[in-house]
């Protein structure tokens, strides 16, 4: 049984599967599923209620709330995306040099780590969009930079426990090239942990850059995020509550859904796993009431 079948058996894994997919359709499809532009202001419409022509009503400058909703996919979550694929990349390459090769170029690599890890991941992030400036290709770019090294950090450790397998010294023996033993079978193996840190991150970046734009440091206006749309909606939140309620629960279902998709990716490549424990997932282990005698993954 494959992974992929593996997660499908459980309900929740595939309802978070399915939840996640269909947002990231519908973030790369948004003109199609937004019913208005997210930037037409109609000032006439000025928190207007929701209608059939604007179904979640409308925001302080008349603008369609389910459409801004909509595009607010798109930095929130698939940018969000890219700009972990970038820092697993960078971070994974440097952490299998330092986990294969060891020595000088393991201490090197390391020190950096050090160094970038000494500083909390949201000081780093202020700092580097201080200098750099307000705006989403800012943002992506601090995440890069705090990101790496503990990619790196982290990959190297599951890299390490692999270079010492029998099978990479035979190939070694047999006169295999340090890179096709990486890439033969070094990488295959650790493939599997590199994606669960990996799905493990993008609920706390999406957190984070969400965050950020509350805080002005994010997406400029008047293109559409989530997290500028809370800080816009906190003026009215008694008097027009569902304006915050909106993209709060789009963030809530996001994060939720992936931080799932995490744990049943863990739980599919862990054999050791039992299956009741996927029916419980370990983001939900804080708030059990399960006895001292029960086992929580």
Request: charge should be positive; aromatic fraction near 10%; glycine fraction near 8%.
């Amino acid at each position: 049984m494959t992974v992929f079948h593996k997660m499908w058996s459980d309900k929740l894994a595939a309802l978070s599967l399915t939840v996640t997919a269909l947002v990231a359709i519908i973030g790369m499809c948004a003109p199609w599923f937004a019913p208005h532009s997210p930037e037409q202001v109609h000032m006439e419409l000025r928190y207007a209620s929701p209608s059939w022509q604007y179904l979640l009503g409308n925001d302080h400058l008349g603008r369609c709330v389910l459409s801004r909703l909509i595009y607010g996919i798109r930095p929130s979550v698939l940018w969000v995306f890219v700009a972990l694929a970038v820092s697993a990349a960078f971070g994974g390459l440097l952490g299998f040099l330092a986990g294969y090769f060891r020595g000088k170029t393991d201490n090197i690599i390391m020190r950096v780590c050090d160094i970038m890890l000494s500083f909390p991941g949201y000081v780093m992030s202020l700092a580097v969009v201080g200098i750099l400036g307000p705006g989403i290709q800012n943002i992506l770019i601090a995440f890069v930079i705090m990101k790496w090294a503990w990619f790196a950090r982290v990959i190297r450790t599951s890299v390490m426990q692999y270079a010492d397998a029998d099978y990479v010294r035979f190939a070694k023996a047999l006169g295999m090239g340090n890179l096709a033993i990486i890439m033969k079978q070094v990488l295959p193996v650790a493939l599997p942990d590199i994606a669960v840190i990996s799905s493990s991150a993008f609920g706390t970046m999406i957190l984070q850059i969400s965050g950020l734009s509350f805080l002005g440091l994010g997406i400029q206006a008047p293109h559409a995020e989530w997290g500028m749309m809370l800080n816009e909606a906190r003026g009215v939140m008694f008097s027009r509550p569902e304006l915050m309620l909106a993209p709060g629960l789009a963030i809530v279902i996001v994060v939720s859904a992936v931080n799932f998709c995490s744990d049943a990716l863990q739980a599919a490549l862990d054999p050791k796993l039992q299956r009741k424990t996927r029916k419980f997932p370990r983001s939900l282990a804080m708030f059990s009431s399960k006895t001292k005698g029960e086992e929580v993954a």
